[in-house]
């Protein structure tokens, strides 16, 4: 759809000078060109008149002022991403879907690159590896690099202001394809990603809360993360979802989002959730996102959700039902052309009010208005002076190679086999399909990156290697397995490079395998067998993978994984295996053995387990059943021990009235609303942490986690991360790490019904091995 819209606007004409002009002057695609904006006043002088293009005035007036010079023909054409223009209103289309995953991205039609302008931007490491840092620091600082190059490109007329990033969906089952790009399954982690993304992407260097630097979007609303898993797609998905796993598991980090990070945008998903289309849902969209959570912004459906839930799901009978029914659930923008088509109708037909259509596209002129689209050219406006000199400059691509090193996971280092030797090491074997790969490392929704460094040339800029891929691709059908253990067995030590990419884990591919893709963990087993010097298994790779064989083989020193590393990931990874810089990432997510993809349907939405069914629930806050390794784990060459140097109190009772019914002993929770002063300053718990490095092993960031287990009442989690803080130690030095526990927040519960609940008993909180217990009475 994208493709053919872009072509259908450069028509045949042009197209034959286009090529003309080619033959002539060389390559002229995507020659610079001026922003598109409205309110071009110095060059139509007109359009000073406009309420809607006078600066002094209110947002709200200049929006109702604009609204109400439209037909209702003209104002529906501002319902679609491909928006509409008004000539005598000096309004230009606008291209409202641009993507900015992890780096500005060409997969939506209103961002491009051009090879003579900006040929590529920074490629930041998918989501899942940054998210591994646990630096919320490094998610901002990425989001404000992104948001730099965006306006600067946007500048030339590159690209758009609107870009709907991040996805924050729960990664609530490892075959998701699209786990890569999301911060993986805990909503503690995931809101913090969510609200600093955002940031990095809105906030301007001005201070000015009223106006955005780029717009966000965070998607897709909600309980989505199943793509295409055994005949099951996400187009006819209908997840059933409880309601505690809705208020505990789902909704957090898009509350977040909303509340904390001050999104511009939300989008509705494609599945349904128990029984109607997100983005039908007038409950899901005017109740909980704008209703409850005061969005100010635009509500925008995945591209097509209206057409998908008109036409495979069949939610209503005519096209004119399903376009209602979205504008009235509090959709303002759809992705697609269905509201374009079927609007019109709609109103004629009595189903919805021209008012409710006002309103959907005053949230959508409100938006560009704090973009800025309305005040003329942004050439002379904040950030005017950006253009293709700060797209990928040396910084923007040593921050792309940091975040890689930051994220990379450290999971197995037997007798300290690594870091590597970078003077003892005189010949390195680099075998795998993944040793050399350039666009693997980006992943999916990714843009031209400025460069690309693999791993194989990451490694070779510090020692001598022989490099055998030893498949063909990650598929891995047949292994070359001699040209493999030859090299292994002539160099001094072993890098294999395995894993996936985007044709095993993708969107619109769940997995239905948890292993090594093909004949991959056989030529693993071969090469560790014959190698001479230390093994070292690196997994590139989007989800977790069952490396149960390699953690138990003696022959496996270490395993390390770099998740889709972003195009300076080979530099980043030679920085991890050298010892150029301690790794400290932690894992987002966990990983199943072979045997969790054959019991457990990937349906299945519940988080908790079911005894009477054997169900082993979801994640590490439910998941009874064995993995091979959980969210959490991460080593470094450092040693690190925690010492609690301040804990709260042993107890805490909250007063009650007399007659209150948890006055009796059968009581075991209390309503949070119910608890009074708890909830204010005396249910704040300090704990201070002294955290050291022993001082034999090196400098680097340690990630403190603070996690609790509250007694088992109402299906709570077996653990829970409440807090977490990356600190820096130097060898031998130490540092401090203060939590403050929010009872109330932090330590409740989300009961059967969705309510807040404070849980009667023993509470224990942990950091890694220091536990402190307390008790909650009444
Ligand atoms: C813009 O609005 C202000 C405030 O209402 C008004 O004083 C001013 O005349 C307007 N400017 C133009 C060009 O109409
Ligand atoms: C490694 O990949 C790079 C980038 O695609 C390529 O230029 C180079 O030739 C490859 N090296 C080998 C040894 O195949
Ligand atoms: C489920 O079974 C486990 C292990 O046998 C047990 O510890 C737990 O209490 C049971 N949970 C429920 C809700 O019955
Ligand atoms: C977090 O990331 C920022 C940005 O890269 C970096 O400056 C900082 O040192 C990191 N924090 C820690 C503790 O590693």
């Known amino acids: 759809m994208a493709a053919s819209a872009l072509f259908r606007r450069r028509n045949r004409a042009s197209l034959l000078c286009f090529l003309l002009a080619l033959l002539a002057h060389g390559p002229a695609l995507g020659s610079a060109q001026t922003p598109v904006y409205a309110c071009d006043v110095a060059g139509n002088p007109a359009l000073a008149g406009f309420g809607f293009c006078n600066g002094s005035l209110p947002w709200a007036d200049r929006v109702s002022d604009l609204v109400g010079r439209l037909t209702l023909q003209e104002k529906i054409t501002f319902l679609v991403n491909s928006a509409g223009s008004v000539a005598r209103l000096g309004i230009p289309r606008y291209e409202w879907w641009s993507e900015a995953l992890h780096g500005v991205s060409d997969v939506g039609p209103g961002t491009r690159f051009s090879s003579n302008v900006v040929p590529g931007a920074t490629s930041f490491p998918q989501v899942i590896l940054t998210a591994a840092s646990f630096n919320t620091t490094l998610f901002q600082a990425i989001g404000k690099v992104v948001s730099t190059e965006a306006r ?6 590159l690209a758009g202001l609107t870009y709907w990033s991040p996805n924050i969906n729960i990664v609530r089952d490892p075959r998701w394809g699209r786990t890569q790009e999301t911060p993986g399954e805990d909503p503690l982690l995931t809101s913090k990603y969510a609200t600093a993304y955002v940031r990095g992407l809105q906030d301007r260097d001005d201070g000015d809360k009223d106006r955005l630097k780029v717009a966000a979007c965070c998607k897709h609303y909600t309980a989505y993360d199943l793509d295409n898993w055994k005949g099951v797609d996400r187009y006819h998905f209908n997840a059933v979802v409880t309601k505690q796993d809705m208020d505990d598991t789902f909704q957090p980090p898009f509350k977040s989002c909303v509340i904390d990070g001050n999104v511009a945008s939300v989008m509705c998903s494609y599945n349904q959730v128990n029984g109607t289309p997100t983005c039908a849902d007038p409950n899901l969209l005017a109740g909980v996102i704008r209703g409850e959570w005061k969005l100010n912004g635009y509500i925008v459906s995945d591209c097509d959700s209206l057409d998908v839930y008109f036409k495979s799901q069949k939610y209503t009978k005519t096209p004119e039902e399903a376009a209602a029914k979205a504008i009235l659930a509090g959709l303002d923008l759809n992705c697609g052309s269905f509201l374009g088509d079927h609007t019109e109708a709609a109103v004629k037909a009595g189903l919805v009010d021209e008012s409710a259509i006002n309103k959907a596209i005053s949230n959508n002129f ?43 996971v450290l999971l197995k280092n037997n007798a300290g086999a690594l870091p590597l030797s970078p003077t003892a090491i005189k010949n390195l074997a680099v075998i795998g399909p993944n040793a050399n790969v350039t666009k693997t490392m980006i992943g999916n929704y990714a843009g031209t990156p400025c460069k690309y460094t693999t791993p194989l040339q990451g490694l070779s800029a510090v020692v001598g290697t022989t490099y055998v891929a030893g498949c063909q691709n990650v598929g891995c059908g047949t292994a070359d397995v001699d040209g493999a253990t030859k090299a292994a067995a002539g160099a001094d030590a072993t890098v294999l490079i395995m894993g996936t990419d985007l044709s095993i884990e993708a969107e619109s591919l769940d997995r239905t395998e948890l292993t090594l893709p093909g004949q991959q963990q056989q030529l693993v087993a071969q090469v560790a067998s014959a190698s001479k010097g230390p093994v070292i298994l690196v997994i590139m790779s989007g989800g977790g993978i069952d490396v149960g064989f390699a953690k138990d083989s003696d022959k496996i020193a270490s395993i390390v994984w770099v998740g889709l590393p972003g195009e300076a990931g080979g530099g980043a990874i030679a920085d991890v295996i050298f010892g150029a810089h301690n790794p400290g990432g932690r894992l987002p997510m966990s990983w199943y053995p072979q045997s969790y993809a054959d019991k457990i349907p ?57 007659d209150h019914y948890c006055r009796s002993s059968e ?23 002294k955290v050291q490095n022993d001082g034999e092993g090196m400098k680097g960031s340690h990630t403190v ?43 409740s519960v989300v009961d059967e ?14 950091v890694g091995d220091l536990k402190h217990s307390f008790t909650i009475g009444v």
């Open 753 to 766: 019904l969705g309510n807040r609940k404070i849980a009667l008993g023993e509470h224990v909180l942990h």
């Open 705 to 747: 986690f603070l996690f609790t287990t509250p007694p088992a009442v109402h299906g709570s989690p077996r653990k829970q991360l409440v807090g977490f803080e990356k600190v820096w130690l130097e060898a031998g030095g130490e540092a401090v790490v203060k939590f403050t526990v929010d009872v109330c927040k932090d330590l």
């Open 667 to 689: 009581c075991r929770s209390v309503d949070a609303a119910d608890a009074g002063e708890i909830c204010g300053s005396s249910g704040m718990m300090d704990l201070h942490l």
């Open 152 to 157: 600067a490109m946007h500048n030339v007329g």
């Open 366 to 408: 409100a938006t560009l208005m704090r973009l800025g689209f309305f005040d003329g050219d942004p050439r002379s406006q904040l950030y005017g002076k950006l253009g293709p000199k700060d797209v990928c400059t040396p910084e923007n691509q040593e921050l792309a190679r940091e975040a890689a090193r930051q994220g990379i």
């Open 602 to 658: 990937m349906t299945n939405m519940n988080m908790r387990p079911d005894n009477a069914t054997g169900y082993p629930g979801r994640t590490y806050r439910f998941y009874t059943g064995e993995t091979v390794y959980t969210f959490g784990d991460g080593l470094s060459y450092s040693k690190v021990s925690h010492e609690l140097i301040q804990s709260p109190a042993k107890s805490l009772s909250i007063p009650l009235h007399a």
